[in-house]
């Protein structure tokens, strides 16, 4: 991954000169800087209920276990202070339904600007990589947010990600998504966007919560094979994580070149976890993350909070560090305890390699598309927060552009129960927008604020970094 | 009365202070072959003709911690290491190469493996062997569960009974066990020194009818009976830095935000006191490369001062850190800072004209006259200082944060004064000052003011309880010790009243009951420990402190 960086860091500075956006700025790994970013925010004073599994315990006796061990003292590792994300950063990837401000805590704002802090860390050369060891989590946050699903709000890593390719010019990033859940936000946020590649693996969708996450799901019509999803069997230990990593993800993230590789790194694989039913351990997720080596790891999951969590913690961040995890176990863990069964090895082997034919025939997947869609393509959803008890219906349209991955618009009505709360018009023109998807887009918004059909309109303009929000009851229009 | 000595590293300051008045001051020089030799004469230069029976109380400050391990007299020490899972313990760069056990212990203080008697027997049969007389055990959380640190005593005075074994718990219950390795490692080290430094002390004033209680300073400002701290000599480490913060709080209007400039000869101490309240360094104090559990007050020290050699390479100005002697001015053999302050006129250490020639080397090499050299040499003094002051407010603007309120709480702070004390600190702090926007205070008394300090500080302590209900038992961070909490109900209040009690009973421990009521709670939180959705129990968190502050006596007419 790390080679070639030079030339593909042309590519984007001659994409951002034409786009008159901020320079790039070297990313971290290549230069010589042996430093870990590390932003540790377990938010001990928030819940989402008291006795939510998403608690201000949740991360307590990680704490215990990696200041016990002084890892924060470690010349390898540099500890960051949090800030709050803006509103805008959040503006800048959902449409947050009224607005962001009531869709968020402080919590959330920090717990994104984390991974903002350490982003800029990274792209200023302090650090080499960084772990945004915070809650709350944000991987099934969609585009569209009328409440909380799978304990998240808004999407950590989507906020970071925007804001690094609008601040530092960067184009081309992977997402891999290592929580036993299926990051269905994540993809959802990204589903259209060709230049980024989003691969999550996790507990087969038939078993677990979101129900989603299937090798058929594979992007937009622009986007196809940009989306890999790898459903895996209850039960899959270590070796069955490792080869996916070793025979998919790395040969894919090595053709795709990112400029970036970020981990959304949820612990819920572990053995003990009590959500889910994988037989992932510490030592597995130590020598992931030092295998997939991400430029920033943000966590997600991970409920097994003494069992589990001081270990897998401490095995990242040591990983991430470059150093020794070998000492990392479990008390309960003796080598050797589990085995992938013959079976379950077949079942992940031919997952792998179907997937591996939607990668190598993604182009030619994109050129059907478009003859099949012609100059418009749109779907329907329906979604469920789980959290909230909140049921959302969709439908999505993508203006298939040749110039560009072409403008969205999203149609949206929520409901909890039988009460109606909002309906929105949203509109999103993506950073790499061509002018005219730019003008049409505009055209849409001010079409749809005239009209009283929704009750918000908004217009999300990436390439200009302006979020607009329009209540049609009060004819307020606020600019972010 | 209230007498303070501070034996620093060049001289031997003392002050008598009654009431709120500074009645004497000595200043002497310091042999760092003899510190008591040192400290007895200044003191006994302020004592002279004074009523001993009317002194109440003594107050040292003392480099010897400081200057044993600087100059490597601190005696060998074995570690004996119980690290359980988690970081390779020869990852941690001990000074010396640890002997590592079996067995393991986890957060919440639940044995995870035993440990192996045969391997305690071959260690301690090793450490003898190597001829080591004084061995620290510490285990990885074992602050939590004190079992394997206790056997691997027990087994070691069977095995090895001419070695001293030392337990972390004792010496440090906070999270963070390389450091907790370190700072038992250190206690060892100095205790037996230490131990004779007071007892000779103690006699020495005895000797001469002061019946005074006799205190020892201690990193964080506060003050400790010079008996209580026989235990604990690696708290005494950098009290000459805590009792110049302590004398800038005594001479500085009450509740500012002040920055502590200490000029000496050839380093520049900086410390913060924020809005009254002097910051500690967060994690514990650095003592030669080893980072350890410490509490201390947050001190920069910079290569630069009065003596610094001055010197230009490419054009620029340089100046520190070492020192070639004393200043031109004062038939040295190098330009210095104290001579730029002298050509400038803003002070008269010495001979001008030799101050004139000095600085003259200087001007030749850059090629302006000499006035100009002694600005420029002025200015890269004062630009480094005010540097670091920058650096200091914003490292702490900076410090992580793990609750919401934390973050949200600190804001931006500046400097009001900036204080100088120590000898060459008056003709700079006016220029230093400037530059932060902030008013110069060279107080009364500014190159004895660490005595002052000494002699006016009071107590301090902290005491942090945790108490986990589900396992009904709770630890003191501080010592380590570990007890009985019946309860599962127990509120915050119930646990802040525990704490209120349990700090109470260590005061008396250490004979500072007196103080115990000015504690106040810093920080507590509770956590509901739900397993399976029940709550099956709750970890609470509660921290008291008496801050460090200065003496009511004193106070009293003062003011502002």
């Given at each position: 991954m790390a080679a070639d960086v030079h030339s593909k860091q042309e590519v984007s500075k001659i994409d951002a000169a034409e786009r008159r956006i901020e320079p790039p700025v070297r990313p971290?790994?290549?230069?010589s800087v042996r430093k870990t970013g590390l932003i540790f925010f377990?938010?001990?004073?928030?819940?989402?209920?008291?006795?939510?599994?998403?608690?201000?315990?949740?991360l307590l006796y990680t704490r215990d276990q990696i200041f016990e061990e002084g890892l924060?003292?470690?010349?390898e590792i540099v500890e960051y202070r949090p800030r709050l994300a803006e509103l805008k950063d959040v503006a800048r990837v959902h449409f947050c339904v009224p607005d962001v401000q009531s869709q968020v805590t402080e919590a959330h704002l920090i717990a994104a600007g984390s991974t903002l802090v350490l982003a800029d860390a990274l792209m200023r050369g302090e650090i080499r990589n960084g772990f945004a060891?915070?809650?709350?989590?944000?991987?099934?946050?969609?585009?569209?947010?009328h409440g909380n699903r799978g304990f998240c709000n808004i999407n950590n890593e989507a906020i970071m990600v925007e804001y690094i390719r609008k601040k530092y010019g960067i184009r081309r990033i992977a997402i891999v998504d290592t929580d036993v859940h299926h990051g269905d936000g994540t993809q959802d946020i990204f589903?259209?966007?060709?230049?980024v590649l989003f691969i999550s693996f996790h507990q087969d969708g038939r078993t677990l919560y979101p129900g989603s996450g299937f090798?058929?799901?594979?992007?937009?019509p622009l986007a196809l094979g940009r989306t890999l999803n790898v459903p895996l069997p209850p039960g899959t230990t270590d070796e069955g994580i490792l080869y996916v990593l070793e025979n998919l993800v790395l040969p894919v993230l090595e053709e795709f070149d990112p400029q970036l590789v970020f981990n959304s790194a949820?612990?819920?694989?572990?053995?003990?976890?009590?959500l889910a039913n994988m037989r992932f351990t510490a030592q597995g997720y130590a020598r992931l993350n030092e295998m997939l080596a991400p430029d920033m790891a943000v966590l997600e999951g991970g409920?097994?909070?003494?069992?589990a969590l001081p270990y897998v913690n401490t095995g990242i961040i040591q990983a991430m560090a470059g150093?020794?995890?070998?000492?990392?176990?479990?008390?309960?863990y003796v080598p050797g305890r589990f085995v992938l069964t013959s079976e379950m090895r077949r079942s992940i082997e031919a997952t792998v390699n179907h997937l591996l034919t939607i990668w190598e025939s993604r182009d030619d997947l994109v050129a059907k598309a478009r003859q099949e869609h012609g100059r418009v393509y749109s779907r329907r959803k329906r979604i469920f927060y789980?959290?909230?008890?909140i049921t959302e219906g969709q439908e999505e349209t993508l203006r298939m552009c040749t110039e560009c991955p072409g403008y969205l618009t999203v149609s949206t009505q929520a409901a909890r129960g039988y009460g109606r709360l909002n309906t929105a018009f949203c509109v999103s023109v993506p950073l790499f927008a061509c002018s005219s998807c730019i003008e049409d887009a505009r055209e849409e918004y001010e079409e749809h604020k005239s009209e009283?059909?929704?009750?918000y309109v908004y217009l999300q303009e990436k390439p200009s970094d302006r979020f607009r929000a329009y209540c049609t009851r009060t004819r307020n229009e606020i600019v972010l | 009365m209230f007498v303070g000595i501070d034996v620093g590293g060049t001289t031997t300051n003392a002050a008598l202070v009654d009431g709120n008045r500074v009645v004497k001051t000595a200043i002497g020089p310091t042999d760092h072959q003899e510190i008591l030799g040192s400290l007895l004469r200044t003191m006994d230069r302020l004592i002279?003709?004074?009523?001993?029976?009317?002194?109440?109380r003594v107050v040292l400050s003392t480099t010897l911690i400081t200057n044993l391990i600087a100059e490597g007299k601190a005696e060998r020490v074995g570690l004996v290491l119980?690290?359980?899972?988690?970081?390779?313990?020869?990852?941690?760069?001990?000074?010396t190469e640890p002997v590592i056990l079996e067995g393991a212990v986890d957060y919440?203080?639940?044995?995870i493996s035993p440990l192996r008697d045969d391997q305690i027997k071959a260690a301690a049969q090793r450490l003898a062997d190597q001829g080591y007389r004084k061995v620290a055990v510490v285990g990885k959380f074992?602050?939590?569960?004190h079992d394997h640190e206790i056997h691997v005593r027990e087994m070691f005075s069977k095995a090895a009974p001419a070695i001293e074994v030392e337990m972390g718990h004792r010496v440090s219950g906070r999270l963070n066990f390389p450091r907790r390795a370190a700072t038992t490692m250190l206690t060892l080290a100095t205790r037996d020194h230490y131990r004779r430094f007071a007892e000779q002390a103690e006699r020495a004033m005895r000797e001469r009818g002061i019946k005074a209680p006799i205190y020892i300073l201690k990193a964080d400002g506060g003050t400790l009976p010079l008996d209580k701290s026989l235990d604990r000599?690696?708290?005494?480490?950098f009290s000459g830095p805590a009792a110049s913060v302590m004398g800038v709080m005594a001479l500085t209007p009450e509740g500012q935000t002040s920055v502590v400039v200490d000029i000496g000869g050839t380093t520049t101490d900086l410390a913060l006191i924020l809005s009254g309240k002097p910051l500690l360094s967060s994690k514990g104090a650095k003592i030669e490369e080893m980072l350890t559990h410490v509490r201390a007050f947050a001190v920069r020290s910079i290569g630069?001062?009065?003596d610094s050699v001055v010197r230009v390479s490419d054009g620029k100005i340089t100046v520190g850190?070492?020192?070639?002697?004393?200043a031109f001015a004062l038939g040295g053999p190098e330009p210095t800072p104290t001579d730029a302050l002298m050509v400038l006129g803003?002070?008269?250490?010495?001979e001008m004209t030799l101050a004139r020639k000095g600085v003259g080397i200087t001007a030749k090499a850059l090629g302006c006259s000499i006035e100009d050299a002694a600005r420029m040499i002025v200015d890269t003094v004062v630009e480094r200082i005010v540097d670091t002051v920058n650096m200091m407010f914003l490292e702490w603007e900076q410090e992580p944060a793990y609750r919401i309120w934390e973050l949200l709480q600190r804001t931006k702070a500046r400097p009001q004064n900036v204080a100088g004390v120590g000898g060459a600190s008056p003709p700079l702090v006016p220029l230093v000052a400037k530059r932060l926007n902030a008013v110069a205070i060279i107080p009364e008394h500014a190159p004895v003011a660490n005595a002052i300090g000494a002699a006016v500080a009071r107590p301090t302590m902290t005491l942090s309880l945790r108490i986990d209900t589900e396992r009904g038992m709770y630890t003191v961070e501080e010592d380590g010790t570990l007890g009985e909490a019946k309860g599962r109900n127990l509120s915050l209040e119930g646990a802040q009243e525990m704490a209120r009690r349990l700090l109470r009973e260590r005061a008396e421990r250490f004979g500072?009951?007196?103080?115990?009521?000015?504690?106040?709670?810093v920080d507590s939180e509770v956590f509901n420990m739900v397993r399976g959705w029940s709550t099956v129990g709750k970890l609470i968190d509660v921290r008291m402190e008496i801050p460090a502050g200065i003496i009511t006596s004193w106070r009293g007419e003062h003011g502002s």
């Open positions: 971290a790994r290549t230069s377990p938010a001990f004073d928030w819940a989402i209920s008291p006795t939510h599994p998403e608690r201000e315990e949740r924060m003292d470690f010349p060891l915070v809650r709350p989590p944000g991987h099934h946050s969609m585009r569209v947010v589903w259209h966007d060709p230049d090798t058929s799901e594979m992007g937009g949820g612990q819920d694989n572990h053995y003990t976890d009590p409920y097994a909070i003494e069992s150093l020794d995890y070998s000492n990392v176990r479990e008390p309960d789980d959290t909230d008890m009283m059909k929704y009750d | 002279e003709g004074v009523e001993v029976e009317r002194i109440e119980i690290p359980g899972p988690g970081v390779n313990p020869m990852d941690y760069r001990f000074k919440r203080g639940r044995e074992c602050q939590r569960n000599p690696v708290e005494t480490i630069i001062g009065g850190p070492d020192r070639a002697g004393p803003l002070t008269n250490f010495g500072i009951q007196d103080y115990a009521d000015e504690a106040e709670v």
